[in-house]
């Protein structure tokens, strides 16, 4: 009697409350089933947002298929679109911990197409219990929806607020500026695995005489809509006197939306990797070496203007994207351009430039601006064929969003508090700040942002998975930093969940200026630390790292053992960086997946050739596509050795792919460091071997393959 009655309650109860603001909770949700007719129709297909995709049982009763929304919730209405196989009985049950179950509602007369049901209760797992087939087939859902309140399991999360003590904020009145950018300096500048994270964000208008020279984990940035409402007299320096002129190891950085008129005409940014130079406007020459002319081994640039010259001079790589420049001075090793006004022509390999007039696809990084004295993240909208910025000629397109819409993430925050953020609708602003999670933030909401401000560092704990996104639409992850904990993980971040087929070509998710390290600033671990399986997903500009200096660094110390993995289809990455993995660094399964620039250094610290053979193939390639995949094309990828522990070390090659019409290279190379390991090959069986090189640093290069 007692259940009988919760179910009549739960069927009748009035949901005025709920209603009041329904919300998609199913959508990419974990999902399991009785079973699955084929390989072609499983669970996920039902939550996926694709209605031209289905979830179909086996031929008998009793069948049922049950989402997990991943926090309890107030559940409002269910919607199940039904393909021509139908449940003629079925039963909607509500249960807050996966066992105990409560009818919600349920009927023995179905008559197929889309049922609109609603319901009232407090659920974490739904399920549609099946136990009446309208045909000899199973059930089988187009789509399983499931709306409601998300996070009622405790106080609503404020949006908005006050960006923390780490973030700051000046207008030109403001007294003062210059001493505390060099306070702030004195601190970054050589704590390449330090704790301290800052963020300096400038009003609109016109700032005189100052010199930002920027450390570690330090980000500048105009809070203007367009780079030229906020202009500096003055520079801001990236150099290398803290490592004696050696810029190889400036990463974990950032200048956005500024514009600088240099003081001598040329501001300097010698950078390595992580280090981003985004929308920007130099009205002048920007320098990428350091004083001295040392080693430098960058860098990115995108959405930026640079009226003057850009000094390559040591820059080993470097990629442009979607700008304009006055000119490029040299080639060193591998140096690309996509989209960018001024470029040089296509040279590949002398001098060493790989040059598309277009990017594919593209679509900047939010920002954080003002409107008025309110804050608000601008999220630039999507271009294809991209050529030059998006502000050259006025307001940029693109969405603007309050930040009274973001839960403002502070020193502190616990993953659960995010979580529920996340579940209230909020997206999520990181301040400056090292944050531990003790489980997954899982982003599953179509459309979230979440955006760090001064670097902002994630480390997983207990070895979970740092974050993973839903198969959903949109999601933008900019601006942060996932460092692997001591407990190995098996991935890092995950984009999609296994299986992910949902189409996103109208509105992908980005992955831009995020970056990943296993070890350096202490002992960590992670299997694989990108896993991408969400179709149509665009990485632009990561470094993925496994340590080769620092603290917690050793072969088996922080092993990692691949890099980046990308299961989804049409996959675009431009700029990718990834270095030093144990086994393979990029693994590519998807089908027609584009990169435009790679840049990779195998793992110095391989102990002997016997610790990197690969079944008969001598080392694991810095950059492999599956032997089944048809389509796939990349531009501009260079692969360096420096096996400093055993020089005798041979690579067979930098990169593997199969032999198809479909699959196509473009300008390739491989390097040896010194001489400390080889590569007798630059992909498969072709291209010449470094050996004769010697100790020269002179690559061996491949203009295309097949």
Known sequence: MVTALAATLLTFAPAQEAEAAPVLLSQGKPVTASSQEHGGTPAAHAVDGNAGTRWSSAHSDPQW????????????????DWEAAYGKGYRIELSTNGSDWSTAYQTATGDGGTDTIAVAGEARYIRMYGTARA?????????????GESGTGGPQLPGGGDLGPNVHVFDPSTPGIQAKLDEVFRRQESAQFGSGRHAFLFKPGTYHNLN??????????????????????????????????????????????????????????????????RRMHVKGGLNLAPNGYGWASGGYIADSKIDGQVGNYSQQQWYTRDSAIGGWSNSVWNQVFSGVEGAPA????????????NTPISREKPFLYLDGNEYKVFAPAKRTNARGTTWASGTPQGESIPLSKFYVVKPGATAATINAALAQGLHLLFTPGVYHVDRTINVDRANTIVLGLGLATIIP????????????????????????????????LEVGPQGASADHAANPTTVQDVYIRIG????????????VNSDDTIIDHTWVWRADHGEGVGWETNRADYGVRVNGDDVLATGLFVEHFNKYDVEWYGERGRTIFYQNEKAYDAPNQAAIQNGSTQGYAAYRVDDSVDTHEAWGLGS?????????????????????????????????LGGMGHYNHVINDTGASTVPAGTSTVPSTLVSFP
Request: proline share 5%.
């Open 640 to 672: 360096y050795c420096n096996y400093n522990v055993d020089p005798s070390i041979r690579q067979h090659h930098g990169f593997k792919t199969p032999v198809k019409p479909g699959v196509k290279f473009h300008s390739l190379l491989v390097v040896s």
């Open 65 to 80: 298929i049950r989402v997990d929304l991943g926090a309890t919730a107030r559940v409002s209405q269910i919607v199940l």
């Open 212 to 277: 930002a020279q920027i450390g570690f984990y330090t980000q500048i940035a105009g809070l203007g809509l367009k780079p030229d409402d906020t202009t500096i007299n003055g520079d801001v320096t990236v150099d290398a006197g803290w490592f004696n002129g050696n810029a190889t190891q400036n990463f974990w950085r950032a200048a956005e939306n500024l514009a600088l008129n240099p003081v001598n005409g040329t501001n300097r940014w010698a950078v390595s990797q992580a280090a981003s130079f």
């Open 135 to 147: 045909t000899q087939y199973g059930y089988s859902l187009w789509e399983f929806k499931v709306y």
């Open 461 to 492: 704990d207990n070895g979970v998975t740092a974050m993973k996104v839903a198969d959903v639409d949109g999601v933008r992850l900019a601006g942060f930093l996932i460092d692997a904990g001591p407990v190995n993980s098996p991935t890092l």
């Open 346 to 357: 296509n040279s590949f390999p002398e001098p060493r430039y790989t040059t598309l007039a």
């Open 520 to 531: 350096g600033a202490g002992a960590g671990k992670a299997t694989t630390s990108m896993v």
